[in-house]
């Protein structure tokens, strides 16, 4: 197939132009995270829905059909592995998956995202979760019909629906990496648990002005490489990163005064993500070969520069000083093993997007479970809280206080985003295999960040990862840059060499 | 014709959602003044473009013209005057302008604003009009197509731009109207000139830190009546509203420490044309009788509140205390009648925006003059400078020694918006006739603003204007709000009376 045959030039520019409605969209859900009027939320409702349906108008526009089909046909052996074969091929999936959802689902599902979120919001607050359920019911009631219309090889409904977030995966193929890796996790967080070292956490909730937190953390993320001029940084109740389109990528962070790691971290987590939207090939927007992989490996870009990077010593052997300037009332006097100890503090805790890198995974196994039994029948909406807390207690120990610390901590199932958590941790275990990976080819990496060094790996990650797209398939792609398939191996020995160190193991 | 008439609810539900999709350009074009990343702007025009595009193709669509066709010949004696009516007429009147149109120059407009917006506000900041020229070059180009595309009953270009934003004005109509009142503003001027009363404007140059500007501005918006649940106030380069749909109108404003009045009355001012947009009647969104009469009554709000409310001597009688609250270090010590003179200091100035009461006109007519010789071919875009200094000079003996201060002060020409000065000027003189008028029925409201209380008025011009919608026309609109046709008497009695008091003429 030829870029300049008139059909490809046709097929890129109607995906383009998808690409750039979906984008309003995406302009529009950033701004009603961030900046909509408590009253505006039943007019941006309308606003979304009509886009989504004008969207998947065009998704699945027959003639949309009747080009990709043609061009289908011309890629074959010879140029199967050219980036216009990719692009085919994966407009392919898209469109037959499109065809699929009825036009009427389809906005009723982008409607009711929408206000579940803003009734997400306030019940949330109150810690209402009665308040809540009903939406939950509407959210899991039209996921089950999506499942049904989509269908999915295995004939279950979780996959149907795992497939938008990382493609060719499914329920049981990760059941199979987290069972072991829940084993490991379980083991190493009994041996932090029993070890007589306990970082002073305190320290982290002393006073650091938000003002400062905020100048802080943009200068990390500068520092790791986000573009400011091609990004923001903004205030969102759940953070997250919205990649709108070439040159215009936005991270969301919250601040409390009294706990340091939330936004630094969450900044830092987001600015990965940030990181991998900049690092796109904007000549391929629209594409495939211009679009994130899958949720798993673009998780893997945010927690490696969270985790890998932010929370390495070697990471504060070059901010540290920085930080104390910053916060001098806080940690002017403190010691930075001291420092390094406390973000590193591994203990059971009741929120996912905080909670340490030993139990983080945990939080996602209980969420996977009980989303796959919402989607199956096995579990009411009702029942949610009950399931929640005694799952939790079975992985943790203890039992939340209320449902804003337990079940209704994510926006992730009032949005709809169902089959999604899993990718999180699929996203740690990608991450530590890229790290390794890139450590045996950069050289010590932690030599260069205690230099402040960060370019190198970022480079390296825009080269190898980012500006592929989604040429590759998420197992293919990782196989390519770490020449070897997914493994839970390199996250348990990173893991365990980490906290065995900090806890003395 | 009945409003359960299955045509009749099948046009509002296609007005409707072209009412939304356009509103989702709104969210984009606000977001563009107020947040977008610089490397985000040739995306953004992109989307703003496909947006206008997919408005175009609704708002011309053939069965729509039927759908209008077919209810227009419904209408007749018995319910013309009904609200169905003129939703009806409204619908029409815009379908026969949207076909006129093509399609390509629609979209090639909404690009060229959008980027043209950013090399102005480069180009501007940079007092470079050079930089600008190409772009404003391309506007004009455009501009002049469009409104030979549209043509108009009177032959002149001009006036087929005017009526986007002043239905049924002419310019030789404005022309009329403006002659006499810009003789009587410079003998006024003149007579303010010589008296030998000199307000001590120094004092509005003090220091007022910004966050307590912002925070009093916001306080002022909410007692006139602006519903910040309803809306936001935010900073961007040219203050603007943006009524976005039911729920969600937005204000934007722009501070300087050392210059109280830009902000304050650019807020009061902003809040007047958004208790406009929430007064709208939320039922008839997207139909004449939900959306604005025209940009001169729109005006007409915004000049009220920000003058005839704002600077009187009453509005401070109430307010001054809690601004001296407010600013210590500023006016402290210094006593209400010297800060009442300073804020309504008449005096020939560059900036349109902080213009006075009595010299905002002239800045109008200046540029009424410039845009409809523009956009006959009169003039060219690169005398636009020439021109403007020496029209300056002869308005206000003066010669603008900067572009920044000069032709490239405003947002609108780079917006595409050639034909809205005049609405400005307009405004002020549907302004001082609607205040009358409400005085005369609702009573001394100098005493009512004196004691904080602005809800008669506000709940007054929300039955009288807001509520009415497009339901009548602009001059019909002012004979049933004050029963007698537009006429400039009562603003210059009132800059008369207010100002030979001040100045002791």
Same mark, same amino acid.
């Given at each position: ?15 383009? #132009? ?33 886009l989504a349906g004008l969207s998947h108008d065009r998704a699945t526009d027959p003639k949309l059909g009747e080009l990709i089909e043609k061009l289908s046909e011309q890629v074959g052996e010879g140029n199967e592995d050219s980036v216009e074969a990719a692009n085919v091929r994966d ?55 999506e499942a049904d219309a989509l269908g999915s090889p295995t004939g279950v409904k979780y996959d149907a629906l795992i497939e938008d977030y990382e493609p060719g995966a499914t329920a049981a193929q990760i059941q199979e990496v987290f069972a072991p890796l829940r084993e490991e996790l ?41 573009? !400011? ?6 205030? *969102? ?39 991998? #939207? ?20 673009? #998780? ?32 002017g006097d403190l010691h930075i093993d001291d420092f390094c100890a406390a973000v590193n503090n591994v203990e059971p805790s009741w929120i996912r997007v905080e909670a340490d890198e030993v139990t983080y995974n945990l939080h996602i196994m209980l969420r996977f479970e009980l989303e ?14 009950? *399931? ?6 079975? !992985? ?24 999604? !958590? ?84």
């Amino acid at each position: 197939m030829d870029r300049q045959a008139p059909e490809y030039i046709e097929l890129v520019a109607q995906l383009r #132009e998808l690409a750039t409605l979906r984008s309003c969209g995406a302009v529009l859900g950033w701004d009603e995270q961030t900046n909509l009027p408590p009253n505006g939320a039943e007019h941006r409702a309308n606003q979304l829905s009509l886009l989504a349906g004008l969207s998947h108008d065009r998704a699945t526009d027959p003639k949309l059909g009747e080009l990709i089909e043609k061009l289908s046909e011309q890629v074959g052996e010879g140029n199967e592995d050219s980036v216009e074969a990719a692009n085919v091929r994966d407009a392919k999936r898209a469109y037959s998956r499109s065809v699929k959802l009825p036009r009427n689902l389809v906005k009723e599902l982008s409607r009711t995202a929408t206000l579940s979120q803003q009734a997400w919001v306030e019940a949330r607050a109150k810690k209402d979760f009665a308040a809540f359920q009903p939406w939950l019911e509407k959210v899991v009631q039209l996921k089950r019909e999506e499942a049904d219309a989509l269908g999915s090889p295995t004939g279950v409904k979780y996959d149907a629906l795992i497939e938008d977030y990382e493609p060719g995966a499914t329920a049981a193929q990760i059941q199979e990496v987290f069972a072991p890796l829940r084993e490991e996790l379980v083991k190493l967080v009994a041996g932090i648990q029993a070890s007589d070292r306990k970082p002073d956490v305190g320290i982290l909730e002393r006073s650091y002005p938000i003002a400062d937190q905020e100048t802080f953390g943009r200068s990390a993320a500068t520092a790791i490489g986000f573009d !400011f001029t091609s990004g923001r940084l903004d205030i *969102a109740a759940h953070p997250f990163c919205s990649g709108i389109g070439p040159g215009d990528c936005r991270l969301t962070t919250r601040y409390d005064e009294h706990h340091f790691p939330g936004a630094f971290f969450g900044t830092l987590h987001e600015a990965g993500h940030g990181i991998y #939207e900049q690092g796109l090939n904007a000549e391929q927007f629209g594409l495939a070969c211009g679009e994130a992989c899958s949720l798993g490996i673009h #998780e893997s870009q945010s927690r490696m520069w969270e985790n890998l990077v932010g929370r390495s010593r070697a990471f504060w052997d070059h901010f540290y000083p920085e930080a104390q300037r910053t916060f001098p009332d806080a940690i002017g006097d403190l010691h930075i093993d001291d420092f390094c100890a406390a973000v590193n503090n591994v203990e059971p805790s009741w929120i996912r997007v905080e909670a340490d890198e030993v139990t983080y995974n945990l939080h996602i196994m209980l969420r996977f479970e009980l989303e796959q039994a919402l989607l199956s029948g096995d579990l009411d909406v009702a029942d949610v809280p009950t *399931a929640w807390n005694e799952t939790f207690h079975e !992985f943790f120990g203890m039992t939340p206080t209320d449902d804003s610390l337990g079940c209704m901590q994510d926006v992730h199932w009032s949005a709809g985003l169902i089959g999604y !958590f899993p990718t999180y941790a699929l996203g740690n275990m990608y991450a530590a295999q890229f790290f390794d990976a890139a450590q045996q080819e950069l050289g010590n990496l932690s030599e260069m960040f205690a230099r402040g060094e960060f370019a190198p790996l970022k480079n390296w990650l825009n080269e190898k990862i980012h500006s592929q797209g989604r040429r590759y398939d998420a197992p293919k792609l990782v196989q390519k840059v770490t020449g070897e398939s997914l493994s839970a191996a390199p996250l348990l020995n990173h893991l365990n060499t980490k906290f065995g160190m900090l806890y003395g193991l």
